[in-house]
Every structure is written in structure tokens, then in C-alpha cells.
């Protein structure tokens, strides 16, 4: 019981952060492009990019050029190991958007005093509380609490022939990022914007991460550049090299929100700079 205790009380306190061993993402192998098929691949990564397991349990769709939506079914997918991958039939000149969800794990939070803590299953032992955390066991009646459930998103573009504005200006429910710059017309130290956005709205203060393609043998996440949107919800920054990148956001609804059932968003764009 004693590590089963402290096991729930690590994995609660942990809750608010993006820890997990490997991270999601989708990519083509070519983000501009002339042909009529373009190879797209997906998996999970510790280095930017260079894939380790194969997707799973994320549900895709894209948007072509002309807006139309179609849904991939898993057989769509080609699986190895280490690797996913899918052919875009990209036909129609302009710019296509490729997004996988998956629904992740659900944390409850409760109430105590002024501050929201995690709501932990473990049995209460006052000689080894944990203060950050609020035990189920000494809920009451009239206690607040809730529940905040977890979605990754991961998302890339690709362009045939030529960029079209169609599918960056279309605006998802929930959370979501618009594209002011285009993702695929990014050129080495060119102002960009992106907005951040939460049921069409802008939000502020929420913190992005932009992770280069790994060169050297770490295993280690190397973030290149930390941003912060603004008071807009507007994300701005330049990369002054080309490349491919990609753009991590892990933003919470606040708990002061309204409302018991809240969502907690992890967002994953891959996109390229060039000269």
C-alpha cells in the first residue's frame, strides 16, 4: 500500500505536465510539393522527427484544398515498428491539412480553500500527507470539484504546385491555432504569427515550444525557442534558419473557468522554414 500510495500521489502531482516518454507527431516527407501522392508519416519521438514507435490510437482526418474533410481509416496506414505512414493523394493544386486527435486521461481536481489541488484515490496518512494533493476521502458535500480531460492533436500541411488560404483559415471548436502566416510559405528570418485559440477566441500567456530536427546523438529534447502569446492569444517569432521544426503547445482551460468539465489540449505542429 505504501508504494501504491506514493505511486498515486507522484502520478497526480505530475498531472499539470507534459512527461510522458514519447511525444506524437505528423509529417510529410515533403511539405511543398508537385506530385500527385506525397508521403506522410506519424509516430512518436524522444529526438524531433526520428521516430521510435509507430501511431497509435489517434484518429485522423484532412482537409484538401477545396475544404472537402475525409477520414483515414487505420488501414490507411502503413506500420513498421518504429514508423506509420499514409499516401495524400494531394491531386487539387494548393494546401492541405492533416490533424490527429486522440483522447487521453481524465485527472480530477477539488477544491481546497482558495487553491484547486489534485483529487487522489490514496488512503489519507496525516503523518505522510502530501499538501499538494486533496484526498478523496475528505471530500464533503458541498465540496467543488472537476474534471479535466486530456486531447493530443498533432497537425502538418502540405502544398501542391502553389499555397491556398482555404483550409488555414478554417477554425476548429475547442482549441485550435490560426494560421496568420501560412505554414507552408515560412522563409528564414520572416516575421511569423500564429494565434491561439480556445473555443474562437484568443488566449493569453499560453507558452509554446519550437523543437528543431535533431543533429547530434542526445536523446534529449532541445528546445530552440520559447514564446508566449500575447495578450491577443498571438503568437510572433522568426527562425532565422531553414529547416523543419516543430511547434509544441500544452494549455489547460483554467479551473477558475466555468463550468466542471474542462479540457486540457497537447498540440504538435511540424512545419518547415524555407531559405
Known sequence: ??????????????????????????????????????????????????SEVAIKNFKFHYHNPEGKKVYLQDDAFSQTQTVSSFSLENKIDGTYRIRGEKQGLTSRFALDGKTWKPLIAAKFDPAKANDKVFYAE???????????????????????????????????????VQFISHPNALKAGQAVQFNVLDNKKGVANVGAHILAQT????????????????????????????????????????????????????YTLAFNVTD
Open 1 to 50: 500500500m505504501k508504494i501504491f500510495t506514493r505511486s498515486l500521489v507522484v502520478m497526480a502531482t505530475l498531472a499539470a505536465t507534459y512527461s510522458h516518454a514519447h511525444y506524437p507527431f505528423v509529417a510529410p516527407l515533403s511539405y511543398q510539393t508537385f506530385n500527385n501522392h506525397t508521403a506522410v508519416i506519424a509516430g512518436f519521438y524522444d529526438n524531433p522527427f526520428a
Open 138 to 176: 475528505n471530500l464533503k458535500k458541498n465540496s467543488q470539484v472537476k474534471t479535466v480531460q486530456s486531447l493530443e492533436i498533432i497537425e502538418t500541411f502540405v502544398s501542391r504546385r502553389a499555397t491556398s488560404n482555404h483550409v488555414i483559415h478554417h477554425l476548429h471548436d475547442g482549441f485550435d
Open 215 to 266: 543533429t547530434d546523438f542526445s536523446r534529449e529534447q532541445k528546445v530552440l525557442k520559447t514564446v508566449k502569446s500575447n495578450t491577443k492569444g498571438e503568437l510572433h517569432f522568426n527562425l532565422e534558419q531553414a529547416g523543419q521544426y516543430l511547434l509544441t503547445i500544452d494549455y489547460q482551460q483554467p479551473l477558475t473557468q466555468k463550468g466542471n468539465q474542462l479540457k486540457r489540449y497537447k
